[in-house]
C-alpha cells in the first residue's frame, strides 16, 4: 500500500539557519504529495501542494519540488524564524490520471521543528 | 466560512463511559474525515465519508468506535465504552472533490482523557 516516511525528528535550528525536511514515499499510479503544518494545539494546516511530477510548491517561503525519479518531496526554507516552530507533515493523495483526487490522505509520521531566536 | 467546528474541544471521562465528538464540516464539502492523533501513533485515519455514505472504515479501531453522518452538515463519533487507551486528539476535517484542487481542511480538534 502506499506510505509516506519522513526524516526522524525532532529539528532544532536557530533563526535564519535553512531549514530540509526529507519525506519520500511509496505509491503506485499519480499521487498528489502534500505538506501540511500543525501550530501548538491547532489541526492541520496546508501548506504547500503539488499535484504532478516536477510541479513546486511553495508558500510562506516554503518550497518543496515533486521530484518522481527519487519518489521524494523534500521541504525546504531558505530562512526560518520562530514562528516556524510547528510539526511538519508530508502527505499524498491517490488520484486519477487527471489529477482527481480519491480523498484519502496518507501522512508521515510528522517531524518536529523548533526554531530558537 | 466558520471552517470545521468540532466539538467539545476538551473531554475528560472516566473509563467505561460513552463519549460523543461531534463536527461540522464546512458548508459544501463533500467529504468529510476522522482522524487520531496520539504521540506513539502519529495521525491515523479512523474513517471517511463520501456524500454522507462512509467509504473506508478500515481504521476504526474495534467495535468500540461508530461513525455516522445524518446529513452533510454533521458528523459524530462515538466511544462505548471508552478505555484509557483512547486518550488522543480526534480531528475530524472536510474537503471538496474538484478537479485536483481538493485539499483537507482541519477542525481545531477534540483532546480526549479517558481517566
Known amino acids: 500500500g502506499d506510505s509516506v516516511t519522513q526524516m526522524e525528528g525532532p529539528v532544532t535550528l536557530s533563526e535564519e539557519a535553512f531549514l530540509t525536511i526529507n519525506c519520500t514515499y511509496t505509491a503506485t499510479g499519480y499521487p498528489s504529495l502534500f505538506w501540511y503544518v500543525q501550530y501548538p494545539g491547532e489541526g492541520l494546516q496546508l501548506l504547500l501542494k503539488a499535484t504532478k511530477a516536477d510541479d513546486k510548491g511553495s508558500n510562506k517561503g516554503f518550497e518543496a519540488t515533486y521530484r518522481k525519479e527519487t519518489t521524494s518531496f523534500h521541504l525546504e526554507k531558505g530562512s526560518v524564524q520562530v514562528s516556524d516552530s510547528a510539526v511538519y507533515f508530508c502527505?499524498?493523495?491517490?488520484?486519477?490520471?487527471?489529477?482527481?483526487?480519491?480523498?484519502?490522505?496518507?501522512f508521515g509520521q510528522g517531524t518536529i521543528l523548533t526554531v530558537h531566536p | 466560512d466558520a471552517g470545521v467546528i468540532q466539538s467539545p474541544r476538551h473531554e475528560v471521562t472516566e473509563m467505561g463511559q460513552e463519549v460523543t465528538l461531534r463536527c461540522k464540516p464546512i458548508?459544501?464539502?463533500?467529504?468529510l474525515f476522522w482522524y487520531r492523533q496520539t504521540m506513539m501513533r502519529g495521525l491515523e485515519l479512523l474513517i471517511y465519508?463520501?456524500?454522507?455514505?462512509?467509504?473506508?472504515d478500515s481504521g476504526m479501531p474495534e467495535d468500540r468506535f461508530s461513525a455516522k453522518m445524518p446529513n452533510a452538515s454533521f458528523s459524530t463519533l462515538k466511544i462505548q465504552p471508552s478505555e484509557p487507551r483512547d486518550s488522543a486528539v480526534y480531528f475530524c476535517?472536510?474537503?471538496?472533490?474538484?478537479?485536483?484542487?481538493?485539499?483537507?481542511?482541519f477542525g481545531p480538534g477534540t483532546r480526549l482523557t479517558v481517566t
Open positions: 502527505a499524498l493523495s491517490q488520484a486519477n490520471a487527471g489529477g482527481t483526487s480519491y480523498g484519502k490522505l496518507t
Open positions: 476535517a472536510s474537503s471538496l472533490r474538484a478537479g485536483g484542487k481538493y485539499e483537507q481542511y
Open positions: 458548508s459544501g464539502h463533500d467529504y
Open positions: 465519508f463520501n456524500n454522507n455514505v462512509p467509504i473506508d
